[in-house]
């Protein structure tokens, strides 16, 4: 019992030092003393807990993720990585994972890309909030960037990214900052400078940032223009499985004499029927009336920094090919916000007025039981694609179903009571993509439905 117990303390002493895990010395120190067979069981089950544990954390999550980019790539050195279209395909399987919550088949897809998901408690709101970090492990050698997913969010639609961190100076700290006081869905920022690798990007669009002198293609390092990216997948995935979310990226620029302060657009010159850019741009002018702005689907005649070759906008507004194409509609739900150094990206002073901004087009709407992706727990939509565009809509709790057609129309509007399988019929429609969102267990869910 003596054992047992000093294997209790040493399990409970590893379990309060975070992300430690057992080692081969302890291991070799308990193999040397004299323990009966019925006592390894028990140091296998010590084991693994031990290892499950070594992947929590707690404190203040605005500074764990400070402290995670600090040291990025820098603008040379070849070190971001690109991944293969294996390791792309895994890593989108992971992020779905992640949304619906399966932690452990995430960790297990994640482990062999050198990353891992740290369920991280942020003890600086009240009460704690649970996060799920995927963070490339130490040392770090593939620099694919560092995506942050609220396990219960209030504002379950936004997701903030970063995609130029470093390089655009502190929009990732901006991010951070925001993200960490919005309760937002989710937060991706980049693992490299944009001109840290000199391979050049396929896709088009050319940029002055790596080579001033001359317009070159953008770098692969770049994952606003690069689809091969874990970034431009996690985009796609998340889109995939909650096509409702708005993406606000946050971008730098230097300021010319003729320029604006702020430069937000959603990546067309396409006014979307929802336009968040331009409610995003009156509660910054309301924080700061000394901003100046250009909305390039209202100012039609500006075409500098429009986001129109960032491929996660193309993808957003539903170009078929976001290497190459751009969107030729908008959805309104990419936002992509150049900002001027000083007024909104420098301090804290600036980053509050986005926070604030930000906070206020999207209000906190929370749901009971709420978690990263409620698709587990609503109905199934079936068959989907289909031919005879009589769908099945199969669960629990059903209370309505609204479908709108790509153009924001609604095609169909019922209220149900509490049922459990119910069909829709849409053959007098034509052929397209639409959208189904189902009210059921005091939940909301919004996806695609193709009609061939």
């Known amino acids: 019992m003596h054992l047992i117990r000093r294997l209790e303390e040493v399990f409970l002493a590893n379990r309060r030092t975070q992300f430690q895990t057992v080692t081969p010395v302890l291991l070799l120190k308990l193999n040397n003393l004299q323990m009966k067979k019925i006592i390894y069981p028990f140091l296998l089950l010590i084991i693994s ?27 040379d050195g070849n070190d971001y990585v690109q991944p293969t279209n294996a390791q792309l395909n895994d890593w989108g399987t992971m992020i779905g994972h992640i949304l619906g919550q399966d932690i452990v088949a995430a960790r297990a897809l994640a482990a062999p890309l050198n990353y891992r998901i740290v369920e991280y408690t942020n003890t600086d709101e009240i009460p704690n909030q649970v996060y799920y970090v995927l963070e490339e492990k130490s040392p770090r050698v593939k620099h694919w960037g560092v995506y942050v997913f609220n396990s219960s969010p209030c504002r379950q ?13 502190r929009t990732e700290k901006q991010a951070i900052y925001c993200f960490t006081r919005l309760n937002a869905h989710s937060l991706f920022i980049a693992g490299a400078r944009r001109c840290n690798h000199q391979d050049l990007s396929n896709c088009s669009g050319t940029t002055k940032v ?25 985009t796609e995935i998340l889109l995939s499985e909650q096509p409702e979310t708005i993406f606000v990226q946050l ?51 500006w075409n500098r920094l429009i986001g129109s070759t960032n491929t996660q906008g193309r993808l957003i507004n539903g170009s078929n090919n976001p290497c190459n194409v751009s969107a030729v509609s908008a959805t309104g739900q990419f936002v992509h916000i150049e900002q001027e150094k000083f007024k909104l990206r420098n301090d804290v002073t600036g980053w509050d007025k986005m926070y604030n901004a930000l906070s206020n087009v999207f209000p906190c709407l929370p749901l009971a039981n709420a978690r990263i992706s409620r698709i587990a727990s ?54 397209g993509m639409y959208f189904i969102t189902i009210e059921a267990n005091h939940q909301r869910q919004t996806q695609k439905l193709i009609l061939k």
């Not at 639609?157 to 100076?169: G, S």
């Open 251 to 301: 971008h730098g620029f230097a300021k010319k004499s003729s320029d604006p302060y702020v430069i937000i657009s959603n990546g067309t010159k396409y006014l979307p029927i929802t336009d968040y850019a331009s409610l995003i741009k009156d509660e910054l002018l309301i924080a700061d009336p000394t901003l100046t702005f250009k909305v390039p689907h209202i100012d039609l005649t």
């Open 157 to 169: 639609t936004l997701n903030l990214q970063a995609p130029h961190p470093k390089a655009d100076f």
């Open 210 to 234: 790596c080579t001033p002198q001359q317009s070159n293609p953008f770098r692969i390092s770049d994952v606003a223009h690069n689809v091969g990216s874990a970034f431009q997948k996690a």
């Open 49 to 75: 807990l031990q290892l499950g544990y070594a992947q929590v954390g707690s404190g203040s999550l605005e500074d764990y993720l400070d402290d995670y980019v600090t040291n990025l790539p820098g603008n």
């Open 378 to 431: 609503l109905p199934k939509v079936y068959p989907n694609p289909t031919v005879s565009r009589v769908f099945t809509i199969e669960g629990s709790s059903i209370t309505g179903v609204v479908v709108t057609n790509i153009n924001g129309e609604t095609v169909w509007n019922e209220n149900y009571s509490n049922q459990s399988k119910i069909q829709i019929d849409l053959s007098k429609f034509s052929k």
